[in-house]
């Protein structure tokens, strides 16, 4: 069974002050991690997909990074519009074709 | 822009009614789901469909069905409401190159 765990499961920065969240998790076989930014009241934002340990991807503030157990979202120099839950899932490489999604991480940036 | 419509955004129904919760694409994506999500609990899988009439049980189906009559909607229906199927509901699409999903804005249900 597909697991996938993060943590801290809040997070509560000031303006400007870096941090990481993390992603750990359990697949079979992994053919894809993903992140989404999710504010409240509305559905998931696709972010990144991550294929292979190693990977990086980034994208203004946010860079994600990739290992064979687990991801980091790494938040550089954070802004208070970055304020937001962040959702990491995976896809297995074979079967079911459908994500399997972690709980989140709920981010609180203060200006 | 990939779009995905939810019909409703609030609903207030009573215990043991039967209840249709509504997605539509405008792309011609053959994947689609139904997830819902509670606080600590994350996203969870209901059903999901990979083509017009086929349907596959998620992790949670009990107490849920869906319909797939046509390639563009994919329905939800919660046979006899129950107060424990509060919460928010999530429809996506997946596609595009990195196979990632599109969401709509959610249904939060309320069960009475």
């Known amino acids: 069974e597909d697991q996938v765990t993060q943590s801290p499961e809040a997070l509560r920065l000031q303006e400007g002050e870096s941090s990481s969240l993390n992603c750990s998790y359990t697949v079979s076989g992994l053919r894809g991690l993903f992140w989404y930014r999710q504010d409240p009241g509305k559905g998931p934002e696709f972010l990144f997909t991550?294929?292979?340990a190693g990977e990086e991807k980034e994208k203004e503030r946010l860079k994600a990074t990739l290992t064979k157990k687990e991801s980091f979202l790494h938040i550089t120099a954070p802004k208070p519009e970055d304020s937001a839950t962040y959702l990491c899932?995976?896809?297995?490489?074979?079967?079911?074709?459908?994500?399997?999604f972690g709980s989140g991480t709920r981010l609180q940036v203060q200006p | 822009d990939v779009k995905v419509t939810q019909s409703s955004r609030y609903l207030v129904k009573r215990t043991g009614e039967k209840v249709f919760l509504e997605c539509v694409q405008d792309m011609d994506h053959e994947n689609m789901f139904w997830y819902r999500q509670d606080p600590g609990l994350g996203l969870r899988l209901i059903y999901f469909?990979?083509?017009?009439?086929?349907?596959e049980k998620g992790d949670i189906p009990e107490g849920y069905s869906v319909s797939r009559e046509k390639k563009e909607r994919f329905s939800l229906i919660l046979e006899s409401a129950s107060t424990n199927q509060t919460s928010m509901y999530l429809c996506a699409i997946q596609g595009g190159t990195n196979e990632k999903l599109f969401f709509g804005s959610g249904t939060q249900l309320s069960v009475l």
């Open positions: 899932a995976v896809r297995r490489d074979t079967g079911r074709r459908a994500l399997t």
């Open positions: 469909s990979y083509d017009v009439k086929m349907k």
């Open positions: 991550l294929y292979s």
